[in-house]
């Protein structure tokens, strides 16, 4: 199932910073909520290896293989101050199957973050994760004469 995902994410940080008020206190400031900072999330060993954690991760639905679908889901999460993975929600989706599989994958990774730093304050940030599916032709047929012979006994 590896040789389908050839690329699973490309562009991982586009971000922007919120505004902050010079008034707020301290408990408010360490809930902000940025897509701006000094030093942004990134998965504990690196970008490769959140490459090569979501290829051995995500799996393929076999509805989506023998319905022909592929493409990019966009995932909006947010890293906490723990490195732990909270509000995720589909920006951009292709269908209910793959939008599940791609929010499986990504509440799966929570955890495993370093923080964002504003600052020199630990912070929380949105992060945008495009996961591809574009699945192999070879991955693709099985799929489908798998279904084939279900269907016919």
């Not at 050839?6 to 909520?33: E, H």
């Not at 199957?97 to 600052?119: F, Q, T």
């Amino acid at each position: 199932m590896k040789y389908f995902l050839l690329l699973l994410c490309t562009t991982i940080f586009c971000q922007v910073s919120f505004a902050q008020n010079a008034n707020r206190d301290a408990k408010k400031y360490r809930k902000a909520k940025y897509l701006s900072v000094d030093r942004l999330p990134e998965f504990k060993r690196g970008n490769s290896a959140m490459f090569e954690y979501l290829s051995d991760n995500i799996i393929y639905p076999k509805e989506a293989l023998i319905n022909g679908e592929q493409g990019v889901v966009f995932v909006i999460f947010e890293v906490d101050t723990n490195g732990i993975i909270k509000d995720i929600e589909i920006a951009k989706g292709i269908s209910p199957v793959l939008d599940a599989e791609a929010i499986r994958v990504v509440k799966s990774m929570s955890g495993k973050w370093k923080p964002g730093v504003k600052n020199g304050k630990l912070v929380r940030v949105k992060f945008n994760l495009p996961v591809r599916f574009f699945p192999s032709p070879d991955l693709r047929n099985a799929a489908i004469r798998e279904n084939k012979r279900k269907q016919q006994d």
